[in-house]
């Protein structure tokens, strides 16, 4: 069956850096395109990065560009994000999404807080 398992959050400090890590199974996952999302309390689930399957092209949001950067291991199955000079904004669930039916991830909670 399908899972998307997502790894690598925490508890950093405002500026810090995380990288999150989606491993992907039971679809050929070079063949869909994949995203990041996230959701913050009280707020509605938002788009945060994409990449096509083969990773030529990503697309982000305005909040983050310049700060997170998609990429993907197709060979690894695996859809990561860097994130950079995070913000005390940036707190939230990130969730993997992809598939041929969009299937989601249990979600990794990032906290930025001194």
């Not at 850096?17 to 989606?22: A, E, I």
């Not at 560009?65 to 005390?88: C, E, H």
């Amino acid at each position: 069956q399908v899972q998307l398992v997502e790894s690598g959050g925490g508890l950093v400090q405002p500026g810090g850096s995380l990288r999150l890590s989606c491993a992907a199974s039971g679809f050929t996952f070079s063949s869909y395109a994949m995203s990041w999302y996230r959701q913050a309390p009280g707020k509605e689930r938002e788009l945060v990065a994409a990449i096509t399957g083969a990773g030529g092209s990503t697309n982000y949001a305005d909040s983050v560009k310049g700060r997170f950067t998609i990429s993907r291991d197709n060979a690894k199955n695996t859809v990561y994000l860097q994130m950079n000079s995070l913000k005390p904004e940036d707190t939230a669930v990130y969730y993997c999404n992809g598939g041929p039916r969009y299937y989601w991830g249990q979600g990794t909670q990032v906290t930025v807080s001194s």
